[in-house]
């Protein structure tokens, strides 16, 4: 078992739907990532949270929202999305800084109907 | 977003033989050059780590080697084992920036 929990572990949604994305990690970590996982490809970081303050958005389209309500939680809302955005969405949380490694949850597959 | 680049992209090892995997990079401010394991419906996790003012680094059976004039590393896993088939991501990042970028992965199978 993984220290970063992700749910749901498996997700369905139509076009015009909206859901959540939900990662928690109990670590003490200061940094909070999402990633993007598309098949046989490797995780392509999506934003990056320091201290609970977007630090990084790779210029990410707007119908993925991410939000860090504090330090343990982080959420990733969807709207409006297209079915080239089905993917493995991972989480991973790190210490802040002095090249710490990333701890990854095993993340929520989404499908985009 | 590619600044890694990782060859080969899959791996035929025979058990107990070596397995190398190797990595490159353009940006001179990475100083910190991890190596993921990934298995099937999992998310990746930390084998090993370098940083560059070392040139080796060696965990049991794995070992890291660093070239920091050629900005190149690479991952040896020694007396390959079938439990070690997986997909392997070499990455990189620098100290100020949490920002982890990750090779294109190796698809590693080690025979029985």
């Known amino acids: 078992d993984t220290e970063v929990t992700q749910t749901p572990k498996h997700l369905v949604m139509g076009m015009t739907n909206k859901k959540s994305l939900k990662c928690e990690q109990h670590m003490g970590h200061r940094a909070m990532y999402w990633y993007k996982q598309k098949a046989k490809k490797p995780p392509e970081l999506m934003f990056v949270y320091s201290y609970e303050k977007l630090s990084i958005n790779e210029s990410v389209p707007s119908r993925f929202s991410p939000e860090c309500p504090n330090s343990s939680l982080l959420n990733l809302h969807l709207h409006a999305l297209q079915p080239e955005d089905s993917a493995l969405y991972l989480c991973?949380?790190?210490?802040?800084?002095?090249?710490?490694?990333?701890?990854f949850g095993n993340g929520t597959r989404l499908t985009v109907t | 977003q590619q600044q890694v680049k990782q060859s080969p992209q899959s791996l035929i090892v025979q058990k107990g033989g070596i397995s190398i995997i190797n990595c490159a990079y353009e940006n001179t401010a990475f100083d910190y050059f991890p190596w993921y394991q990934q298995f099937p419906g999992k998310g990746p996790a930390l084998l090993i780590a370098i940083r560059p003012d070392v040139s080796e680094k060696k965990e049991g059976r794995f070992t890291i080697s660093f070239n920091k004039s050629a900005k190149q590393f690479s991952l040896h896993i020694m007396d390959s084992q079938p439990g070690d088939s997986a997909t392997y991501f070499c990455a990189a990042s620098s100290y100020n920036n949490n920002d982890m970028r990750f090779g294109a992965g190796t698809r590693l199978t080690v025979k029985p």
């Open positions: 991973a949380s790190s210490h802040q800084g002095a090249n710490s490694p990333l701890h």
